[in-house]
Nanobody, 119 residues
Framework: QVQLVESGGGLVQPGGSLRLSCAAS????????MGWYRQAPGKQRELVAY???????NYADSVKGRFTISRDNAKNTVYLQMNSLKPEDTAVYCC?????????????WGQGTQVTVSS
């Protein structure tokens, strides 16, 4: 069974930092892209950042310069370092990975982790 498990969410004051982690486990042959999406109450899910296996990255305009995505291919883990957090960053953050499992490429999602930015 393939799983994506996130950790690192929580409550932080505006201007603070958090680091999210997402570890993929199971019978994974290969991982292409890994990324983070978020969904705030009453809003649509949006892409935050993603990283391709070759380390190419892409960010939403709203987080550029504040968030950094990275990955450890040996650990099948993706990280999201979030600095200078704002109240509008409050959302459930979900990990996503495009992985080769049992001979088929598929889109996999984690359960999500809550990030709350509030004083």
């Amino acid at each position: 069974q393939v799983q994506l498990v996130e950790s690192g969410g929580g409550l932080v004051q505006p201007g603070g930092s958090l680091r999210l982690s997402c570890a993929a486990s199971g019978s994974i042959f290969s991982i292409n892209a890994m990324g983070w999406y978020r969904q705030a109450p009453g809003k649509q899910r949006e892409l935050v950042a993603y990283i391709i296996s070759g380390a190419s990255t892409n960010y939403a305009d709203s987080v550029k310069g504040r968030f950094t995505i990275s990955r450890d291919n040996a650990k099948n883990t993706v990280y999201l370092q979030m600095n200078s957090l704002k109240p509008e960053d409050t959302a459930v953050y979900c990990c996503n990975a495009v992985m080769l499992v049992a001979g088929t490429w598929g889109d996999y999602w984690g359960q999500g982790t809550q990030v709350t930015v509030s004083s």
